[in-house]
């Protein structure tokens, strides 16, 4: 049972337009959520966060969207760069002490030149 | 400062054979997190610990494996015996906090033949 669903394995985009990344959770307790980007024989990096009591956080180029409502969030990249294509991740975790992340299986951005 | 640091980056292993995965977390990080990467589940926490203490392990797949945190700057994973389902990425993450979010290390490639 996925509690963190990326549903898109993979995402092709346009240098300089929009890439829009999506992820839907299942578990209510979750109260902090996070991007991770990887590339190939790397761990993942960490990208950005938003916390529950937010509904977006902006880093530059990169911006998380919560809608909490709908279990769902995002991350729109504006504007996409090659250097961009990686697997994204993300992640959430529950509040109190429970420090354990659970991710979703990533999607494979593209971005063409 | 080196970041999360994992030996071996590749292991090839006979079923059967006993395989140990090193890692060194980033200095004053208190959390250590176990992660196996594999296509059909993604990534999956095993175990993890905090001041050298495990916390959750529920994520052990089995008795055959274990994990040990003898001090703040050194943990392992041990398969004992491996079995070719085991093959996977593994990865060790360390955190001060979970707002930071996660440092990987760059992974473990095992292969159990």
């Known amino acids: 049972d996925q509690q963190v669903k990326q549903n898109s394995p993979s995402l092709s985009v346009q240098e300089g337009r929009i890439s829009i990344l999506n992820c839907d959770y299942t578990?209510?307790?979750?109260?902090?959520f996070l991007w991770y980007k990887k590339y190939p024989a790397e761990g993942p990096t960490f990208l950005i966060s938003?916390?529950?009591?937010?509904d977006k956080n902006e880093d530059g180029r990169f911006t998380v969207f919560l809608n909490k409502s709908a279990k769902h969030l995002s991350l729109h990249i504006v504007p996409s760069q090659p250097g961009d294509s990686a697997v994204y991740f993300c992640?959430?975790?529950?509040?109190?002490?429970?420090?354990?992340?659970?991710f979703g299986k990533g999607t494979l951005l593209t971005v063409n030149p | 400062d080196a970041g999360v640091i994992q030996s071996p980056r590749h292991e090839v292993t006979e079923m059967g054979q006993e395989v140990t995965l090193r890692c060194k977390p980033i200095?004053?990080?208190?959390?250590l997190f176990w992660y196996r990467q594999t296509m059909m589940r993604g990534l999956e926490l095993l175990i993890y610990?905090?001041?050298?203490?495990?916390?959750?392990d529920s994520g052990m797949p089995e008795d055959r494996f274990s994990a040990k945190m003898p001090n703040a700057s050194f943990s392992t994973l041990k398969i004992q015996p491996s079995e070719p389902r085991d093959s996977a990425v593994y990865f060790c993450?360390?955190?001060?906090?979970?707002?930071?979010?996660?440092?990987f290390g760059s992974g473990t490639r095992l292969t159990v033949v």
């Open positions: 993450a360390s955190s001060p906090d979970r707002s930071y979010g996660y440092t």
């Open positions: 578990n209510s307790m979750f109260d902090y």
């Open positions: 938003i916390s529950s009591i937010k």
């Open positions: 992640a959430a975790t529950e509040g109190g002490s429970n420090y354990k992340l659970t």
């Open positions: 200095s004053g990080h208190d959390y």
């Open positions: 610990f905090n001041n050298n203490v495990p916390i959750d």
